[in-house]
């Protein structure tokens, strides 16, 4: 199996949403901002680019889904920036997935997870996530994509 350090420069970036964020600028928009989905998509591919990586962006509301892609991921994507969402603070088998495919992982919160409810305080994510980025809003998709760059050139 290729390492991530081995495959062509055209190899995405996997950008993967959890439940709920395709409501994004209509559900709690006081916590979670007006950005839509559609509309950090867009960021994330712009901010790829600028960084000379592609991203490949996409939801699902289904923890086997985002574990079926993130099992995709280990052969067809250079690295993973995820926002488990929900499943941040539930999810052991999300953990599981993201620990077992070796590509570097960076853990992105719309909200700062650590001054809401004391039970978003903790994320199984968080413990095999690279990096952790909570509470800059959407532009923390962009800080994530900045720093996989980074995490993707010292891999090489």
Known sequence: MPHSADLPDDIPVLVLNGPN???LGLREPD???KDTLAGIEELCRETAAAHGLRADCRQSNHE???IDAIHE??????AIVINPAGYSHTSVALRDALAAVELP???VHL???HKREAFR???YVSAVADTVICGAGANGYALALAHTATLVREKR
């Open 31 to 33: 916590i979670y901002g």
């Open 64 to 66: 086997g889904v985002l």
């Open 105 to 107: 992982v960076v853990e």
């Open 73 to 78: 991921a280990r052969t067809a994507h250079r």
């Open 111 to 113: 909200s700062n997870i």
């Open 21 to 23: 964020l395709n409501l």
């Open 121 to 123: 305080h903790h994320s």
